[in-house]
């Protein structure tokens, strides 16, 4: 799963260094975003040193994908690159009845007819 002498946690921290980059953050800007010491982000990013709670709420706050970070798997909004506001849309639609959903689908494909 990982490569030869590479350790779960330093999985996790190229991860980790993968999405600070792909976010478009310095070292520096993210852990200032974080509130963490460059030094802790540098520990994080390294693998010798795990990331608490508090730290990956924030940094999921700041766009990063914890899924992706903590597993190596992409999260689904990553996979379609959709925003939280179409996350959020996609998991009330879940919630509806077929009968609702029929209606909702019915209402967008008349707007988006327009």
Not at 16 to 45: A, H, I, N
């Amino acid at each position: 799963m990982y490569g030869a002498g590479m350790s779960s946690c330093n999985a996790l921290g190229i991860r980790l260094k993968e999405e600070r980059k792909r976010l478009g953050y310095s070292q520096q800007s993210f852990s200032d975003k974080l509130d963490v010491s460059r030094r802790t982000q540098t520990m994080y990013e390294t693998g010798s040193r795990d990331p608490g709670g508090c730290y990956l709420r924030k940094a999921l706050s700041e766009g990063v994908d914890i899924a992706y970070v903590m597993t190596g798997v992409r999260s689904f909004r990553q996979l379609v690159n959709i925003g939280q506001s179409e996350e959020k849309l996609l998991q009330l639609f879940m919630h509806l009845t077929p009968e609702q959903k029929d209606t909702v689908f019915r209402i967008i494909y008349n707007i988006a007819q327009e």
